[in-house]
């Protein structure tokens, strides 16, 4: 294999053209059996493995800094930069995280796992670089679907009269997540349709010397414009048009679904059979969403580019039509597009994935929530997991629950969270986020009536004495898991809660607890600080009643398997009741 013979970017020097092209004929073969076996991002990777080996052949990494937007293509930097271990060695699949990480390379600069940011990063590169006076080349690789992220915009503008070396490489390949949405495209595909040579041009409008490479999977062309451009000393852009999922038929054919893929999604021949639909969350959802959009014109479904996490499959959103609109990667537009259309009568209904509310706080607190629109948004995936460290779940409570005016909502099974849906779009008062309980759908068989207009009103499941047990959303199993405990180890029949409001706290049931309760234990799928545990713990402070609240750490984790978190975080039945007794025996001296 030539691959054998690479271990760092300066290898690739030695190699001829055809042993470049080998070269990656092979980087594909690894990528494709790695990411089917571990799961992972597949088409983005696949499509950039020839001008990832352009870049590295001309350039001179570390030296020269390559900065990464969202790094769902640096699998074959990271072969090519003394990694390839972990793509070779079954063993060693999972010893590299996923995204550029500086921990395991020097020629990784930063932790990135979330788009449009390459271009703000690697304008801070290059300045610092020019304040010191030193000659190097500063190259920032974003894909187009990366171009609707309002920070990747701010960087280009600001990239654009930085007035020295700065080479933006557009991974062009037609496509984000799903299709590309937005009006930067049509000129994309001009663009792509004249060669490059419109005199319409997006990126020679705002000052950038452009050059295009029609076929970005060809090395040999790669390579040779970027050598034309090397050691530029004013910003340069190079549209390369690519194939997302090259290589790989089953790929090029499904690009959506193929943008990251779960472990065995292929077989031993690379087909590909998609999995047998189930009822999910995800189905009740688009279930729900469909028969009332029939019903009513003005509900409107509102999502940032991740139709897949959803469910909103290409038939959902056809059926959908116009009461449907994709923002491309621009979730801040997403919340004040969404908040206006509420104040105008519409019933919008924003899907976002958890890791990525933290990029709308400004316009959850201004545009929406001091505006007091009456927004549905779905939040999903959120809770503690063993992700990356730029794709946790377990912020979400904190960050929204404490902005004034937004109601946020834990269901706990099937029919509280149709029965919140319903409740939410057909209310005019609040902005409501409702968190999509992440994991099999639970389902009760009993149809719920509850009026959730009658804010912060929790619901007492089994009424107990000595301890009570508030149980948040993901965590109402694990509740019940330890009432259960409680019972058969210590004798105590506690009292079981369903709190159903993150955003807020229920005083009177609060209050009342303290005639028959010692203790109130609170457990959140989320971290600690600023999340619902500490406002109850905050409320009983000067009382006699004591609290415990479990629930994750203020910190990064990085791919820390779940059963390694329940343990820190004292979240397993029996951590939890031990620390009950212990508790309670404190209390009593």
């Given at each position: 294999?030539?691959?054998?013979?690479?271990?760092?970017?300066?290898?690739?020097?030695?190699?001829?053209?055809?042993?470049?092209?080998?070269l990656a004929?092979?980087?594909?073969d690894?990528?494709?059996?790695?990411?089917?076996?571990?799961?992972g991002?597949?088409?983005?990777?696949?499509?950039?493995?020839e001008?990832t080996i352009?870049?590295?052949?001309?350039?001179?990494s570390?030296?020269?800094?390559?900065v990464?937007d969202?790094?769902?293509?640096?699998?074959?930097?990271?072969?090519?930069?003394?990694?390839?271990?972990?793509?070779l060695?079954?063993?060693?699949y999972?010893?590299?995280?996923?995204?550029t990480a500086?921990?395991e390379?020097?020629h990784?600069?930063f932790k990135v796992?979330?788009?449009?940011?390459?271009?703000?990063l690697a304008?801070g590169?290059?300045k610092?670089?020019?304040?010191?006076?030193?000659?190097y080349?500063?190259i920032?690789?974003?894909?187009?679907?990366?171009?609707?992220g309002?920070?990747?915009l701010?960087g280009l503008?600001n990239a654009a009269?930085?007035g020295?070396n700065?080479?933006?490489?557009?991974?062009?390949n037609n496509?984000s997540?799903?299709?590309?949405?937005?009006g930067?495209?049509?000129?994309?595909?001009?663009?792509?349709?004249?060669n490059?040579?419109a005199?319409?041009?997006?990126?020679?409008?705002?000052?950038?010397?452009?050059?295009?490479?029609?076929?970005?999977?060809?090395?040999?062309?790669?390579?040779?414009?970027?050598e034309?451009?090397?050691?530029?000393?004013?910003p340069?852009?190079?549209?390369?048009r690519?194939?997302?999922?090259?290589?790989?038929a089953?790929?090029?054919?499904?690009k959506?679904?193929?943008h990251w893929?779960?472990?065995g999604?292929?077989?031993?021949?690379?087909n590909?059979?998609?999995?047998?639909e189930?009822?999910d969350?995800?189905?009740?959802t688009?279930?729900?969403?469909?028969?009332?959009?029939?019903?009513d014109?003005?509900?409107?479904?509102?999502?940032?580019?991740?139709?897949?996490?959803?469910?909103?499959?290409?038939e959902?959103?056809?059926?959908?039509?116009?009461?449907?609109v994709d923002?491309?990667?621009a979730?801040?537009?997403?919340?004040?597009?969404?908040?206006?259309?509420a104040?105008?009568g519409?019933k919008p209904?924003l899907?976002?994935?958890?890791?990525?509310?933290?990029?709308t706080?400004?316009?959850?607190?201004?545009?929406?929530?001091l505006?007091?629109?009456p927004l549905?948004?779905?939040?999903?995936?959120?809770?503690?997991?063993?992700?990356?460290a730029?794709?946790?779940?377990?912020?979400?409570m904190?960050l929204i629950?404490?902005?004034?005016?937004?109601?946020y909502?834990?269901p706990?099974?099937?029919?509280?969270?149709l029965?919140?849906?319903?409740?939410?779009?057909?209310?005019?008062e609040h902005?409501?986020a409702?968190?999509v309980?992440?994991?099999?759908?639970e389902v009760?068989g009993?149809?719920?009536?509850t009026?959730?207009?009658?804010?912060?009103?929790?619901?007492v499941?089994?009424?107990?004495e000595?301890?009570?047990?508030?149980?948040?959303g993901?965590f109402?199993?694990?509740?019940k898991?330890?009432?259960e405990?409680?019972?058969?180890?210590?004798?105590?029949?506690?009292t079981?809660i369903?709190?159903?409001?993150?955003?807020?706290?229920?005083?009177?049931?609060?209050e009342?607890?303290?005639?028959?309760?010692?203790?109130?234990?609170t457990?959140e799928d989320g971290?600690?600080?600023?999340g619902?545990?500490?406002?109850?713990?905050?409320?009983?402070g000067?009382s006699?009643?004591?609290?415990?609240?479990?629930?994750?750490?203020?910190?990064?984790?990085?791919r820390v398997?779940?059963?390694?978190l329940?343990?820190?975080y004292h979240?397993?039945?029996?951590?939890?009741?031990?620390?009950v007794?212990?508790?309670?025996?404190?209390?009593?001296?």
């Amino acid at each position: 294999m030539i691959l054998d013979k690479v271990n760092t970017p300066d290898d690739l020097k030695q190699l001829s053209s055809d042993e470049l092209n080998t070269l990656a004929d092979e980087m594909r073969d690894v990528i494709i059996k790695k990411v089917n076996t571990t799961g992972g991002h597949f088409g983005p990777n696949l499509g950039i493995i020839e001008a990832t080996i352009a870049m590295h052949y001309v350039f001179n990494s570390p030296v020269d800094k390559i900065v990464f937007d969202v790094s769902h293509q640096c699998y074959p930097h990271k072969i090519l930069t003394g990694r390839k271990e972990g793509f070779l060695n079954p063993e060693k699949y999972l010893t590299y995280t996923g995204y550029t990480a500086p921990e395991e390379s020097p020629h990784d600069l930063f932790k990135v796992g979330h788009t449009s940011t390459s271009l703000s990063l690697a304008c801070g590169v290059a300045k610092a670089r020019d304040l010191r006076d030193e000659k190097y080349n500063v190259i920032a690789l974003i894909g187009d679907g990366s171009l609707t992220g309002g920070e990747a915009l701010e960087g280009l503008n600001n990239a654009a009269v930085l007035g020295s070396n700065l080479i933006i490489i557009v991974n062009d390949n037609n496509m984000s997540i799903a299709e590309n949405q937005g009006g930067i495209y049509a000129n994309l595909s001009l663009l792509r349709d004249t060669n490059g040579k419109a005199e319409n041009n997006f990126f020679t409008t705002m000052g950038f010397e452009y050059h295009y490479i029609n076929d970005g999977n060809n090395i040999e062309k790669v390579i040779e414009t970027l050598e034309k451009v090397k050691d530029t000393d004013h910003p340069v852009v190079v549209h390369l048009r690519t194939v997302k999922g090259h290589g790989c038929a089953v790929a090029e054919a499904n690009k959506e679904a193929f943008h990251w893929i779960l472990p065995g999604t292929l077989d031993d021949k690379c087909n590909y059979s998609p999995a047998n639909e189930i009822e999910d969350y995800n189905s009740i959802t688009t279930k729900f969403i469909l028969d009332k959009a029939a019903k009513d014109k003005n509900v409107i479904v509102i999502n940032p580019a991740t139709p897949g996490v959803h469910g909103f499959t290409p038939e959902f959103r056809a059926k959908l039509g116009k009461q449907y609109v994709d923002t491309g990667i621009a979730e801040e537009h997403a919340v004040a597009f969404s908040s206006a259309l509420a104040s105008q009568g519409a019933k919008p209904i924003l899907a976002i994935m958890t890791s990525f509310v933290q990029r709308t706080y400004d316009q959850l607190s201004q545009d929406l929530a001091l505006n007091n629109s009456p927004l549905t948004m779905l939040v999903y995936w959120g809770g503690l997991s063993g992700a990356d460290a730029t794709h946790l779940g377990s912020f979400d409570m904190s960050l929204i629950s404490n902005i004034p005016n937004i109601v946020y909502l834990a269901p706990t099974n099937k029919e509280e969270y149709l029965a919140m849906l319903e409740w939410s779009l057909e209310q005019t008062e609040h902005p409501v986020a409702i968190r999509v309980p992440f994991g099999p759908l639970e389902v009760s068989g009993i149809s719920d009536t509850t009026d959730y207009s009658n804010i912060n009103k929790y619901k007492v499941l089994e009424k107990g004495e000595k301890v009570a047990i508030l149980g948040l959303g993901n965590f109402a199993g694990k509740a019940k898991e330890v009432k259960e405990a409680l019972k058969s180890r210590l004798g105590i029949n506690a009292t079981l809660i369903n709190p159903v409001y993150i955003s807020g706290i229920d005083k009177e049931l609060l209050e009342n607890l303290k005639t028959d309760h010692e203790l109130v234990i609170t457990l959140e799928d989320g971290i600690l600080s600023g999340g619902f545990g500490e406002k109850v713990a905050s409320f009983y402070g000067p009382s006699g009643i004591k609290v415990i609240n479990f629930g994750g750490e203020k910190e990064f984790t990085d791919r820390v398997p779940l059963e390694v978190l329940y343990e820190r975080y004292h979240l397993t039945t029996d951590l939890i009741v031990r620390d009950v007794e212990t508790a309670l025996q404190t209390s009593v001296k």
